[in-house]
């Protein structure tokens, strides 16, 4: 008995550090991560909810897991942040502030009609803005609290493009990001098929 509570206390923690340590992931990524049956996940993440230890808030289909100690707005820009699309516009809009509609078009293989949905997504969340002088262009809204959340969370993204991303953009550079960009577009794109993005150029 004793024995099956020190393991249930065990999984547990180890469920709670993983939250802490990858925010924003939902169930199945947790059990992929952890290697623990969808079941059993269930019943410590409900305790852990119930507890006040964590907390799961929707995101579409899905059902996050987040620490307690995050703001709503990292909870919401981790949310988007874990779905590849998303991600990668943030991405190549903070190499290229002041992108337009067309830039994204020659740098993704995505239709105009994704591309404008997520852009809208991102706007209402109030992670990227869009200015309409002289022409509609978009930006990041606050590029050191991205930056800060990709440098903290950089290993759990496991994302190619995010590290070319911030090797570029180096930590000391976070407070002026738009002046150390460069005025060409830097391309790449969404490769479907390997599921992680690819640059079109070195």
């Known amino acids: 008995m004793n024995n099956d509570l020190s393991f249930e206390l065990q999984t547990r923690k180890r469920i709670y550090d993983t939250i802490v340590s ?53 909870k919401k820009i981790l949310a988007k942040l874990r779905r590849e699309i998303p991600r990668g516009i943030v991405l190549f809009l903070l190499l290229n502030p002041n992108a337009k509609h067309s830039d994204l078009l020659d740098n993704f293989d995505l239709s105009p009609s994704t591309i404008t949905y997520y852009l809208k997504r991102l706007i209402n969340e109030g992670i990227i803005k869009r200015s309409d002088k ?4 978009y930006s990041v809204v606050d590029q050191e609290q991205i930056i800060n959340i990709f440098l903290t969370y950089r290993i759990t993204f496991k994302d190619y493009l995010l590290d070319k991303v911030l090797d570029k953009l180096h930590p000391s550079q976070t407070s002026n990001l738009s002046s150390q960009v460069s005025n060409q577009t830097t391309p790449f794109t969404v490769n479907k098929t390997k599921d992680h993005y690819r640059p079109l150029s070195n």
């Not at 049956?37 to 907390?55: A, N, Q």
């Not at 002289?134 to 262009?137: G, K, N, R």
């Open 22 to 74: 990858y925010p924003g992931l939902h169930l199945r990524e947790l059990s992929r991560l952890l290697d623990i049956p969808l079941g059993t996940l269930r019943y410590h993440l409900s305790y852990l909810e119930k507890h006040e230890l964590i907390i799961a808030q929707r995101d579409n289909r899905y059902k996050r897991y987040y620490s307690r100690k995050l703001s709503p707005q990292q």
């Open 134 to 137: 002289p022409e509609y262009t």
